[in-house]
């Protein structure tokens, strides 16, 4: 089993729609929970980052975690076509907790294309 | 403008002739890493630098080496390259705040085919 699970897409949503997008993750050490994205040709951008569980708000985007089940997710009110690129969620366990603790995991990043 | 600086951008060689793909960032950042990216297979870690002077294996460290002389510099050598060190390449940055590695800056990448 991948240690973090991204359905590649793509994704298709008409200008406006509520864009749902997840990650699931089976090692339970994870601790920090990241978005990044990633327009073609780009490096990634960070977009968020939360730890532990709960929910985060930046504008249009809302990531949110749920470690009991180990899911995460981001949001994306009102999407714009500004938004259509590859998203990646990343992780990693808490610092200074040994081993791993300062290496982030990646998914394979979901492709979102916003149609005007 | 803070920023992460790759060169070359692109590359093509050939199978064997050492090259070095240099990584520069100008925020001050403690830590620096370096990622390849391959398509279905995502963004995967070679190794990372806490420090100066201070370097560790990521998830893919086979055939590369790196070295962090200078907090500012972290170059990814391919002592003997082969084609299946085809890839885009991604050095990033992060302050590393609290021991937090997951604020990442990233380069724009280096697209390197070897033949």
């Known amino acids: 089993q991948k240690e973090v699970e991204q359905d590649p897409g793509p994704l298709s949503v008409p200008e406006g729609a509520i864009v749902s997008l997840n990650c699931t993750y089976s090692?339970?050490?994870?601790?920090?929970f990241m978005w990044y994205r990633q327009y073609s040709r780009k490096g990634p951008e960070l977009l968020m980052y939360?730890?532990?569980?709960g929910n985060k708000e930046d504008g249009r985007f809302t990531a949110q975690v749920d470690k009991s089940s180990k899911y995460i997710s981001l949001f994306i009110r009102d999407s714009q076509p500004s938004d259509s690129a590859t998203y990646l969620c990343?992780?990693?366990?808490?610092?200074?907790?040994?081993?791993?603790?300062?290496?982030?995991?990646f998914g394979k990043g979901t492709k979102l294309s916003v149609i005007p | 403008e803070a920023q992460v600086t790759q060169n070359p951008r692109y590359l093509i060689t050939v199978t064997g002739k050492k090259l070095t793909v240099t990584c520069s960032q100008n925020?001050?950042?403690?830590?620096m890493s370096w990622y390849r990216q391959d398509p279905g297979l995502g963004l995967r870690q070679i190794y990372y630098?806490?420090?100066?002077?201070?370097?560790d294996k990521g998830d893919v460290p086979e055939g590369y080496k790196v070295s962090r002389k200078e907090k500012r510099n972290f170059p990814l050598i391919l002592e003997s390259p082969s084609p299946n060190q085809t890839s885009l390449y991604f050095c990033?940055?992060?302050?590393?705040?609290?021991?937090?590695?997951?604020?990442?800056?990233f380069g724009e990448g280096s697209r390197l085919t070897v033949l």
């Open positions: 939360t730890y532990s569980s």
């Open positions: 990033a940055s992060s302050l590393f705040r609290a021991g937090f590695a997951g604020e990442l800056f």
């Open positions: 090692n339970s050490a994870f601790q920090y």
């Open positions: 990343a992780m990693s366990p808490l610092s200074y907790s040994g081993a791993g603790s300062y290496q982030l995991t």
């Open positions: 925020m001050n950042h403690e830590y």
């Open positions: 630098s806490m420090n100066v002077e201070v370097t």
